[in-house]
């Protein structure tokens, strides 16, 4: 089973850059397909961005794709989520989520599908 560890979240004012990590231990991180969900205030949780368990398969959901990207280093078993010129909507807790798969380039687009979640990171954007 395998246990995931948000970072890199904080302040930062409209316009601002962040990149969040995700350290995962417990399994083998590459056979995860992994991916970021956010939940802002009083909102239901948005899927973000999904990386296939190789890393040659992503994507951003529309709101965010010319902003945001994902990527990961299986060596390093940890998935990042980099955010440039980020916005107020952009204010929400990050989640990094797991999913086990055997296939190469398959990653969730359905948050319920993935297994494993982890406990979150704030970013809140002043504007």
């Known amino acids: 089973q395998v246990q995931l560890v948000e970072s890199g979240g904080g302040l930062v004012q409209a316009g601002g850059s962040l990149r969040l990590s995700c350290a995962a231990s417990g399994g083998t991180f590459s056979r995860y397909a992994m991916g970021w969900v956010r939940q802002a205030p009083g909102k239901e949780r948005e899927f973000v961005s999904a990386?296939?368990?190789?890393?040659?398969?992503?994507v951003c959901a529309d709101s965010v794709k010319d902003r945001f990207s994902i990527s990961r280093d299986n060596d390093q078993h940890t998935v990042y989520l980099q955010m440039n010129n980020l916005e107020p909507e952009d204010t929400a807790v990050y989640y990094c989520q797991a999913r086990q798969t055997n296939l190469r380039f398959y990653f969730p687009r359905t948050i319920s599908d993935y297994n494993y979640w982890g406990q979150g990171t704030q970013v809140p954007v002043s504007s």
């Open positions: 990386n296939s368990k190789i890393g040659g398969n992503k």
